[in-house]
C-alpha cells in the first residue's frame, strides 16, 4: 500500500503511518494531541460524535467515579475504538487532590494509547501544582465576581451548583460569561436550603485552561515514544515505565527514597534497561538518617 507524502516527496514511515487512531472524549482533547500525532507518527485522529464518557464519572459528582483513573482511561478509548471501527485508541483521565508524598493538592494528568493490533498499552503522565483554586461558597453574584475576576475567569470556566441538597441540585456547567454567573447562583441559592450556592472550577478539558497545555506536553512525549521501538523486538512505544529509587544521601551515603535511575523497558517483550539520573547524591533533608 502506497504512503502518503510528507511533503518533501519523502513517504511517511513508522509502524502508525495512516493509523486512524480514536479519542475518547466528549470535552475536545484531542485537539491538543492530534497536531503532535500528525506531525510525528502521520496518523489521522478523530473523536467520535455521541459518544458518552460522561457515563465513566464526573468532576461535579452528578455521576460518581467508580473506576480508577486507567480503568476509566481504558474504557474511554474502547468505547470510541468501538464508535469508529478502528484497533488504536487514546484517551487521558485527570484527578485533583493531594499528591502522593506531598502535603498540598495537585493535579495528576494520564493519557493512555491502546494498540489492539499488538495487544500493547502505553501509558504517559504528569504530576503538577498547578490547580484551580479551592470552591467557594457564595450568596450573590457580587460576591463570586470578586473573588473570580483574580483566578483566571472566564478563561477559566466554571461550576455552580446548590450548596446544601442532593448532588447535581442547581447545577449548572461551562459558565464563562457573567450574565451566564448571575442566573445560576440565584437558582442554585434559590434551591439550597441555606441560601448559599458553590462556584467551582470547571475541570473539564475545553474549560480548563492547565489541563490544555498538559494534555499537549503528554500529547508530545507519547507520540515521540510511540516512535521509537524496543532495542529487543522492534515493538513501538519503549520508553520510561518506572523509577529505581535509592540515591545516596550526600552525608552519609544512606540510600534515599529519591530515583537513583530510570527504568526503561517494552510493552510487549521483557527487554529493559536502566538510565541513571544526572544527580549523584541526594540532598540530606530527604535521609532517613540524617532527618529522621
Known sequence: MPRPSTG????????????????GTMHGKQHQVAGSFAGILHTRMVAPVGIDTDQFGTFAGEIPRTLTPIQAARAKARLAMTAVDTPYGLASEASYGPLPGLPVPGHEEMLLFLDDTRGIEILEGERSLDVPWSPRRVTDTAEAAAFLAGVGFPAQAVIVHAAQGPA???LV????DLAALAH???????????GHAVVEADLRAQHNPTRRRLLTRLGQRLAHRLAIPCPACRCPGYGRTGTEPGLPCAACDTPTHLAAADVHSCARCPHRHRVPRPDLTADPQWCDRCNP
Open 8 to 23: 518533501g516527496g519523502a513517504p511517511a514511515a513508522g509502524p502508525y503511518a495512516r493509523a486512524l487512531i480514536a479519542f
Open 184 to 194: 445560576a447562583i440565584t437558582s442554585a441559592c434559590q434551591a439550597s436550603p441555606d
Open 173 to 176: 456547567k461551562g459558565i464563562a
Open 168 to 170: 447535581g441540585l442547581a
